[in-house]
RNA sequence: GGGAGUUUAGCUCAGCUGGUUCAGAGCAUCUGCCUUACAAGCAGAGGGUCACUGGUUCGAACCCAGUAACUCCCA
């Protein structure tokens, strides 16, 4: 057979994937899981923004979720990964608003349906481009399972859960100072808001007293909102004001009269020690106000212009009327001094505006009650977190835990079911004729009711995801949601463990009584080698799908796993792609190596490649196992690695080499046979990781049936551990053969000379065992008996042992240098280790068998140095 | 301002409850090799005062305190 001497990943990567899907292998079926008997395994996918595309982030997270669900495959469990999309209420309006915008069409001319339907007609013709995406990463997603937060049935659900939750009390309308995006005129929760620095000029304003002569001057970032100050407030222990309390001032630009009242709240030495109240425009403030009983005066809009009700600058936008104010006061000698002042200003995620803190009505989630069983059932360790260190952020998150703004001033997502009617009541219902219903039930007015205009927060639709995607609201028996939930393990960004993964916990627990998944893996942020975030903006983000063009699947994603340690960011950069290309040429190279091998299926089979398949079964065993420990701990980086040394290193660089028949010979049949089984295996290792060329491989190593697939082939699972102490003996053998291709080096010995060995009759004894592959790994064409060193060689100290080469006498020198080096170095570990020995408290508080072996480091030492000392003076 | 985390080789990271010569891995680097699977390779080698200062201990990369730098979350 002909095999390419390249792998070709593009076409083995598209051929696999449709054969996958072809055969329906991603499918997790509840009816034959229970009738198998098989554990039911679990991830739902974290939707991703239905207008996304893949960015490195997915990536590396949908990469982790798939070895996953791949994995458990493999184990024999019914595995399902479920996919969907995220409606993104904000991300998509905004988008779809933009589109129209550059078709000249405003959003304010459309109605809500004509919007919608514009919404609709985009997200179908754009959206679910990234659930294509992944299909060219491999992802082994139930397609047939694929769901939309904002499709009929989870719509419902997520209309049904509010409505549910409404009736518990739970759910409430109220007057909240909100983070209000100006630009997209929505109220933002706290963590759509970015904190960014900035620097900003303090006005100092005097405010002339009534009733007495003087100012009293107040410094303030924001004299545009002066018309809404209700009052000035001091520190009721500061002597500058003491006397002043109780007493009225002048408002400047709309001459109104306030009180100067005193609260703890005031910093004395801050500013002036003096603040202006302005309760609707300031959250602090508006909290006095609350405490004071004062009114408040909205001075804004919300589109942030200045509003009627500041009597002054009306309609001009804030940023102008803070200098129109701050004009107007200098001219009019009011403002003492401007200073400059660093201070952080909070804007918009989604558009970039200076959010402004304003009052209005939204509805709330209450959420401390709620939160109760999520918080317990992770402190207690029924969910973990990997890392663990995130139980510590989760905590104290839901310990101060504020209720949940969930209404957003947009169209695109699930409508409030909330109706009003003339006069302004209002009753939650799922429809209109339900709504008059109930109003006819309160005596209330039901003629020309409408629904709220208010659509919920995008994250109140995927808090109920691993229980809607299987339908489990609108049949909470169903088989799936029975067999399937809870999920298995998350896996997610850690910036989303508010607003996504203590949701879903909490409306796991209120809706099923039981957790939504039993792991959440965090992965980190993926940045560029510089350490910066990856961004659209920066330019240093690459497509992934070029990667995956360049140098497939396979390699991409064991670049992005190879440099993910948990739940710390990732450092990325194109070398580790490369590394796993690299890779994926030298399992492709050994399979050509084993495919060329012609099979000698009639001689009668020796004993001389027993060692080599013993020695691979039990590294293979104790890999395995290491391995499947490792996952355990979801240290994906480093069972990768473990992989990837057993088979470059161990499988390609040892194995192959001490079974590969001299060249024209043919190979043994049952070293064949074996060398498959153990190919096999390794690709089964690996197959989580780098699905494509396994699977490729696997129908190399044997002709197989139509549905004997790599990928949903059981591993076995090892029944025994590693036999240790016949690996550390193989140590002693591969250490020999490594001193002796070092002498080679040093010596510029060709590695086709062939040498000879000698060594004490029980060393030899030792590693009989191993003489053919010594020989084979480090040409050496004779083993000899020699109780003392023979003239012209070298000697090698393995372990406790001596072993000497016999070198051409050109390059017989002993470097006695080198050898004084190691007594030198063997002397002062000796010495460290008396020390321990003499000391009599170590000897009185270490556990005995630690005693015993600084007692055998001991007498190892004195050995090693004594024959090194030897060797010294017989050179 | 409050909270959490990080700091180990040139880079990215391991190092579990202090005790094996414990200072490790991969990549990169250097040396020698076109050895009949692979130069995207083979055989070797050299790299570190474990951020700093002090403490606890017979013994500290690991525990404690302080300092510095960086990161994230919340105000």
């Not at 994906?636 to 080499?657: N, R, V």
């Amino acid at each position: 057979m002909e095999i390419s001497s390249k792998y070709n990943p593009t076409e083995v990567e598209q051929k696999w994937y449709d054969y996958w899907l072809e055969k329906g292998f991603f499918k997790g079926d509840a009816s034959r899981g229970i009738a198998e008997g098989k554990e039911p395994y679990c991830i739902v996918i974290p939707p991703p923004n239905v207008t996304g595309v893949l960015h490195m982030g997915h990536m590396l997270n949908n990469t982790i979720q798939d070895v996953m669900v791949r994995r458990a495959r493999m184990q024999g469990k019914e595995a399902v990964w479920v996919p969907g999309t995220d409606h993104a209420s904000i991300a998509t309006e905004a988008k779809v608003v933009a589109m129209l915008k550059e078709q000249g069409i405003d959003k304010k001319d459309l109605s809500r349906e004509q919007f919608l339907k514009y919404a609709w007609e985009w997200k179908e013709k754009y959206g679910g481009i990234i659930l294509q995406q992944l299909k060219k990463l491999g992802a082994s997603c139930d397609w047939d399972r694929t769901r939309f937060t904002m499709e009929p049935s989870l719509s419902d659900a997520v209309i049904n859960v509010f409505i549910d939750l409404y009736r518990k009390g739970n759910i409430y309308r109220g007057i909240r100072m909100v983070n209000w995006d100006p630009l997209g005129k929505t109220a933002l929760s706290d963590d759509e808001v970015i904190q960014k620095e900035n620097t900003a000029k303090f006005y100092y304003v005097k405010y002339k007293l009534v009733d007495a002569d003087g100012y009293i001057t107040v410094a303030t970032v924001r004299p545009e909102t002066i018309m809404g100050d209700v009052a000035i407030c001091v520190n009721p222990n500061d002597e500058r004001y003491k006397n002043l309390i109780g007493k009225k001032c002048i408002v400047p630009l709309v001459n109104r009269e306030v009180p100067i009242i005193a609260d703890d709240y005031i910093e004395i030495d801050f500013g002036t020690g003096a603040l202006k109240v302005t309760p609707a425009h300031d959250k602090n403030d508006y909290a006095i106000g609350q405490k004071h009983g004062l009114e408040t005066i909205d001075v804004l809009n919300e589109d942030g212009t200045i509003s009627e009700a500041a009597k002054v600058f009306v309609g001009m936008d804030r940023f102008k009327a803070r200098k129109a104010a701050a004009d107007q006061l200098e001219s009019e000698g009011l403002i003492e001094k401007i200073e400059e002042i660093k201070n952080n200003i909070g804007t918009s995620e989604r558009t970039g505006a200076v959010v402004e803190p304003r009052l209005s009505m939204q509805w709330f989630l209450k959420m401390e009650e709620l939160g109760k069983p999520a918080l317990e059932n992770v402190l207690n360790g029924n969910i973990k977190f990997h890392p663990e260190k995130f139980v510590n952020t989760y905590k104290h998150w839901m310990e101060n835990v504020k209720d949940w703004c969930i209404s957003r001033q947009l169209w695109w997502g699930q409508r409030i079911p909330a109706w009003y009617n003339e006069k302004g009541d209002f009753v939650v219902a799922k429809t209109e004729a339900e709504a008059i219903a109930l109003f006819k039930e309160k005596n209330s007015p039901f003629n020309n009711i409408h629904q709220d205009n208010d659509v919920l927060d995008t994250w109140f639709s995927s808090w109920l995801w691993p229980i809607s995607v299987f339908d489990g609201f609108e049949n909470p028996d169903g088989k799936d949601i029975n067999y399937f939930y809870p999920t298995q393990d998350l896996v997610t960004a850690p910036e989303i463990i508010f607003f996504w993964v203590a949701r879903m916990i909490i409306a796991g627990y209120e809706y099923r009584k039981e957790l939504p998944f039993s792991n959440v893996y965090f992965t980190g942020i993926v940045r560029d080698k510089q350490g910066r975030k990856m961004s659209k903006s920066l330019g240093n983000s690459p497509d992934p799908l070029d990667l995956i063009e360049k140098s497939g699947a396979d390699a991409v994603r064991f670049g992005m796993l190879v440099c993910s340690p948990a739940g710390n960011d990732i450092l990325f950069d194109d070398k580790y792609i490369e590394q796993g290309r690299n890779f994926t040429n030298k399992i492709w190279n050994a399979f050509r190596l084993v495919k060329g091998f012609s099979i000698n299926e009639n001689g009668n089979d020796s004993n001389q490649n027993d060692t080599a398949i013993k020695w691979f079964q039990e590294k293979l065993i104790a890999t395995k196992l290491e391995v499947e420990g490792l996952y355990k701990q979801y240290k994906m980086s480093e069972a990768l690695m473990s992989i990837y040394k057993l088979i470059w290193d161990d499988f390609c660089a040892m194995y192959l080499e001490m079974i590969k028949p001299a060249f024209g010979e043919p190979i043994e049949n049952k070293t064949y046979q074996r060398t498959i089984e153990f190919f096999e295996e390794l690709m089964q290792l690996l197959h989580p990781i780098m699905p494509f060329i396994t699977e490729e491989i696997w129908h190399g190593l044997n002709n197989r049936d139509a549905n004997n697939c790599i990928i949903v082939s059981n591993q076995k699972t090892e029944s025994r551990k590693a036999d240790e102490s016949y690996l550390q003996l193989s140590d002693l053998a591969l250490d020999l053969v490594a001193q002796v291709r070092n002498v080679r080096n040093s010596k510029g010995l060709s590695p086709k000379e062939p040498l000879k060995l000698f060594a004490a009759s029980e060393s030899l004894q030792t590693l009989s065992s191993f003489e053919f592959i010594i020989k084979k790994l480090a040409n050496i064409d004779a083993f000899e008996s020699a109780s003392t060193q023979p003239a012209n060689t070298m000697p090698l100290q393995v372990k406790t042992a001596t072993w000497y080469l016999l070198l051409p006498e050109t390059a017989t020198s002993i470097d006695k240098e080198a050898l004084q080096k190691e007594i030198d170095y063997l002397n002062g570990f000796l010495k460290s280790v008396e020390l321990k020995l003499s000391n009599e408290k170590f000897v009185a508080n270490a556990k005995p068998e630690l005693i015993e072996k600084e007692r055998q480091k001991k007498a190892d030492a004195e050995a090693k140095i004594a024959t090194l000392l030897g060797q010294i003076q017989e050179g």
